[in-house]
């Protein structure tokens, strides 16, 4: 783990030596070589496990190394041979290592057993389990009403564990089920249920052999969805075109030698993916879309048999966007005519288009027009419902999507509650419940005690950390179900609790025999996941197994057979299949060689809308001015990172090493600033109740567009005040936060 600290300007292309040299230092660095590649040869195949990483598909058939450079280092720290012991946690009081990086935390390795917060010692002390659940019990019964307690769920969380934590929780008496996708895809989930009638994609891995246009917005998949380069790889050397549109340049997008081509690999050969690439301005993906869609209207090649058979609104939103002024399409894309219109030809001259999109388009306050403007333009040449085409969310955590599937939603439908309620005998609650954001501004002023997350790192992955760290200390109780060290447990309420889980690698034995888990990758395909690996620790649960003995503590009247369904996973994938549609024969169906597609009635060009159609949704331009001194900045993860989790301190592509608190900046910003590369600076958030402000920053000259900014999160999580999310969707507007510089104090 060297911490060199430099910028130097990165010369290669994705993937490459440098990918392998990075894997075998991620393994080395959690003294797991051995164990680590025995492990790996086990990730994403059939009778393997599902990585924790990312939510990208796997193919079918199976490559022997299925898997990438972002995958080892999630699994390598998985894996690892480090432990967070009681002794550990007795020798650090939780105000020291609240001093200590994200980083320092990660690499203390795998909790071992159930720990309880001391307020005397300021340190976690063990508890045994049955102590812990009844203390749970205890605070949640203390509660006026069950909805002053909240349960968080992070996108790591299996089908299983995810389908009896929302019964647990509805049960118990709320729909307070905030989760991940609040702060990442819920853009998406708004504006495509509302446009197309489902909120996922309808892309297929296949789909990528056949597309013959891929369009890519606001996404980087050589950090985020490596095993996408592939994909990206295959498409560009059969002649696809590959357009990106992305504020920063990334290696990612340019050029990839694939490790597994020995080609690639002896030779020294590489692919040029994007064979386009276009930097907008933050926030310029709106005016983008609306000048794609404006050049295929006037061009006159509208699919007008597809539209006339499957859409409404088309005339109307036609005329609006031919009213739209070039100027202004322009203005606020930060991209000229000429551009914009060359990538419009592109698009016209591709029958066959796919259009992906990740944060870089759903963390923003117009998120839900932006999306609705891609899939007009998908529309508008019948570009979904035919091999080679659709719009291809692309999700983060690796089950974020089917723990959407299973139930875990504050707004859940009535038709979903009335399957709850008749396959489980009882009433679930139907007032909608707390979001992500909702649920800090609850904490916050009181009307929630009680705080209980299954996975994540809610205290780092959160807006306007300030304010939801001190809603997190006013709480009665927080209870984090963790396999590692990290922040959360260390921004707790007046009394806490760490529960320490079953990772994805390793072995689950219930009363029936091993246990397997499923989950739901970006593209609808569910498939098994059980671990091989030895748990770390002989006092770990499964995620399952802690919600079954904890719904029993909690919830003594409940007619649910909670540890009869634990002692055999199929059990409850029978009863998610009596609740679900979609999971008919679920059992059956999940042990076929890479499970099953979850259908989506797009692929059919059926649109499950109000109207029965898709929908050509017509969205005006912001035609704000921005002011001279405010920046936009774009919070970003580095190559090292995956969500909040800091496996390293480098940044290969980017050519940072050894450093987090750098911002990537425009040299014409430089020079009308009047600042320097490698000053350093303080970064304030211009917003209507106040600055905030996060200090020490080194400026790093970038090739990104004039008024832009980048930096690493969670460092600058503090900036993003809590009321600047996406109209309708409330997911954080992370990705465009209007700041202004001022040099360091020396
Ligand atoms: S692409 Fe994502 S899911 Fe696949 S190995 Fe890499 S991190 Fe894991």
Redesign the pocket.
């Known amino acids: 783990m060297s911490d060199k600290k430099s910028i130097e300007l990165y010369v290669k292309p994705a993937g490459g030596w440098d990918a392998l040299r990075s894997s075998w230092q991620a393994l080395r660095d959690q003294q797991v070589v051995m164990k680590g590649a025995g492990t790996l040869l086990h990730?994403?195949q059939p009778r393997g496990f599902d990585?924790p990483?990312?939510?990208?598909p796997d193919r079918n058939p199976h490559s022997t190394f299925e898997?990438?450079e972002?995958?080892v280092k999630?699994v390598a720290n998985e894996a690892t041979s480090r432990r967070v012991t009681p002794a550990f946690f007795a020798q650090h009081t939780v105000a020291w290592l609240n001093e200590q990086d994200d980083r320092f935390l990660e690499a203390q390795g795998r909790l071992t057993e159930p720990m309880r917060y001391d307020a005397a010692s300021d340190t976690y002390r063990p508890i045994a389990w049955t102590d812990a659940f009844a203390t749970i019990a205890n605070a949640l019964d203390a509660l006026a009403s069950p909805d002053e307690a909240i349960f968080y769920t992070s996108g790591r969380t299996s089908n299983e564990a995810a389908f009896l934590y929302q019964l647990f929780v509805r049960e118990y008496g709320t729909n307070n089920l905030p989760d991940c996708s609040n702060m990442c895809h819920e853009a998406s989930g708004v504006a495509l249920t509302e446009q197309l009638g489902s909120g996922k994609g309808s892309v297929t891995l296949e789909d990528f052999e056949q597309a013959q246009a891929i369009f890519i917005f606001g996404q980087n998949p050589g950090t985020n969805?490596?095993?996408?380069l592939g994909e990206l790889r295959g498409a560009a050397r059969r002649g696809c075109r590959i357009v990106a549109f992305n504020p920063l340049r990334e290696r990612g997008l340019e050029r990839f030698a694939n490790p597994q081509s020995p080609a690639d690999m002896l030779a020294g050969t590489s692919t040029q993916l994007a064979s386009e690439y276009y930097q907008p301005r933050i926030g310029g993906d709106l005016a983008v879309a609306t000048a794609l869609c404006k050049v295929v209207i006037e061009s006159g090649a509208v699919d007008h048999a597809f539209v006339e058979a499957h859409t409404h609104g088309y005339e109307d939103f036609a005329a609006s966007v031919r009213a739209t002024p070039w100027e202004a399409l322009e203005r606020e894309s930060g991209l000229s005519r000429a551009d914009l219109e060359q990538a419009g030809r592109t698009y016209l001259a591709s029958d066959a288009t796919i259009v992906c999109w990740g944060m870089g388009i759903t963390q923003h306050p117009r998120s839900v027009a932006t999306i609705q403007m891609l899939a007009n333009l998908l529309l508008l040449r019948g570009n979904i419902g035919k091999p080679g085409a659709g719009p291809c969310p692309v999700r983060g955590h690796?089950n974020v999507q089917g723990d959407r599937t299973m139930g875990i939603y504050e707004q859940p439908s009535p038709a979903f509650l009335d399957r709850l309620g008749a396959a489980f005998d009882f009433a679930p609650p139907r007032t909608h419940g707390y979001d992500t954001v909702a649920a800090i501004e609850a904490m916050s002023d009181g009307r929630a005690k009680v705080f209980f997350a299954m996975g994540g790192n809610f205290a780092a992955a959160t807006p306007d950390t300030a304010r939801t760290h001190a809603a997190l200390r006013r709480c009665d109780l927080t209870v984090h179900v963790s396999t590692k060290l990290n922040r959360s447990h260390l921004v707790h309420g007046r009394d806490a609790l760490i529960l320490p889980c079953l990772g994805r690698t390793e072995i689950d034995l219930q009363a029936a025999g091993l246990q397997a888990v499923t989950v739901e990758d970006s593209m609808s395909m569910v498939h098994l996941s059980s671990g091989m690996n030895p748990p770390a620790s002989t006092l770990l649960m499964s995620e399952p197994a802690i919600v079954a003995h904890l719904a029993v503590a909690v919830l003594p009247r409940s007619r649910t057979p909670w540890l009869w369904l634990v002692e055999d996973y199929d059990r409850i994938r029978d009863r998610i299949a009596q609740v679900i549609d979609g999971f008919d024969d679920f059992n059956a169906r999940v042990r076929t060689d890479g499970g099953f597609h979850l259908h989506h009635p797009g692929r059919e060009r059926v649109f499950p809308t109000r109207s029965g159609k898709a929908g050509f949704f017509a969205h005006a331009l912001d035609g704000r001015d921005a002011q001279a001194d405010v920046l936009q900045l774009m919070t970003v993860r580095s190559h090292d990172q995956y969500n909040t989790t800091v496996y390293g301190m480098d940044d290969r592509y980017r050519g940072v090493h050894g450093l987090r608190r750098v911002v990537f900046i425009s040299r014409a910003d430089l020079e009308r600033l009047d600042l320097r590369d490698g000053e350093h600076v303080d970064i304030a958030s211009v917003w209507h109740d106040g600055e905030r402000v996060v200090r020490d920053f080194r400026l790093v000259e970038y090739d990104i567009p004039a008024g832009c900014l980048a930096a690493y999160f969670p460092e600058t999580n503090p900036l993003v005040p809590l009321d600047h999310h996406a109209e309708r969707a409330r997911t954080p507007a992370s990705k465009s936060i209007p700041v202004r510089l001022r040099r360091s104090a020396a």
Do not use: D, I, T, Y
């Open positions: 990730a994403n990585c990483g990312c939510a990208w898997f990438c972002n995958g999630a969805h490596p095993r996408m690796s």
